[in-house]
């Protein structure tokens, strides 16, 4: 594709090529945000692209390209229209293809997976916190490798409900697997850039919430906007495909050469249809790349191949990390010296840890304490020595 420009959002990368063919100068690359408003109250960066033998301290005069006279593209928008009379088109990035030909992305079987995950802020009990699929990211104290602990299946998690947990998705070592990262309900709002660690995804197809092409309103985005998306709830804490004939991995209009990324944006009201093959064991985290939202909850791990992380060894010196907040957890201690399996943590927890932590901070407080009281009474009798000589010195 031959564009004006191309929209980055958070945490995303891209490489171009830049024709220099133009006449020996210098130009300035303009960098603008996409906000509403005035120019002037927009973010923007100016940089120079020097040409050789042009002078060095030049200013460059260039305009920006006038797309209402000469039209021009814009490579991924997180909308599929401008406004007609902006004369601009969008290019999607499910329009894109993989430079490498041979870089396909997995099949789809009998035996893979299909997960669907709706970010947004959804409002209940008259809260809205970022979460996904109505559960609000609540960090793990421990290292999870080795202390684990899901909490997200409580009363309090549901269709209508947000709950606030430690959420995982577990993949099964090396299936496909393909993810339907979803925008909608009254959640909506916001689009999302979505970042996925220890994986590059296929990008199989986006879809967008209806919009008007002449004035490119999106009108209604948080409510059943997108008639691909069927969500039983306001909330859409569990949405789906609203034509079943589209699941088991028979989406229509997929990307025969998809382009890979670890970071695509997920429009407001829309949807993103990406596939990776669960052949990475570990724990990834995937999150929202706008950190406000990030901190809202707006995040979940990805626990790959459980099972595979079973079979890993580790030494029986291997330090375990308490929770300093409420130690739950009780590793027993090998008793061999050779290796032990990375097995699952005991759950049951005796309290003794956390009985003589407090005795230990109890002893220190103690000692703190006394070192107190001993410099005040020594202060003050320091003052009252000072205060009978100097009326001794007054009666000489």
Known sequence: WEVQSFIINPGERYDFMLTANQKVDNYWIRVKSIQVGEDYKRNYALAILHYKGSGVHDEPTTQKQDCVRDGCKVINCP???????????????????NANAADVPPEYIDDSMEHFLNFGFPESDGQSPGAVNGKKFKFPAVDPLIQWSPNCARKECGPSKTCYC???????????????????GNGAGYSH?????????????????????????????????????????????DPAWANSTWRHGHVPDMNKYPPRKDTLMIPTGGYAVVRIRANNPGWWFMHCHIEMHLLAGMALMINEAPNELLKITRPTDLPKCENLVKLTWNITAASTTQATPLTEPSRGGNGDDWKDATIIVAVIAGVVLIILIVFIVYTCCCRRTKGKESQSHEMR
Do not use: R, W
């Not at 909308?79 to 293809?97: A, G, H, M, P, Q």
């Not at 430690?166 to 909608?184: A, C, D, R, S």
């Not at 979505?194 to 296929?202: D, K, N």
């Open 166 to 184: 430690q959420h995982e998705l577990i993949l099964p070592y090396n299936k496909t697997v393909q993810i339907v990262m979803t925008n909608v």
């Open 193 to 237: 850039p979505i970042h996925m660690h220890g994986h590059q995804f296929y990008v199989m197809k986006v879809g967008y919430a209806n919009q008007n092409k002449t004035t490119g309103i999106v009108s209604n985005y948080y409510l059943q906007n997108n008639t691909d998306i069927y969500c039983s709830t306001a909330q859409c804490n």
């Open 79 to 97: 909308f599929k229209y401008y406004k007609s009379d902006e004369n601009t088109e969008c290019i999607t990035i499910d329009e894109l293809e």
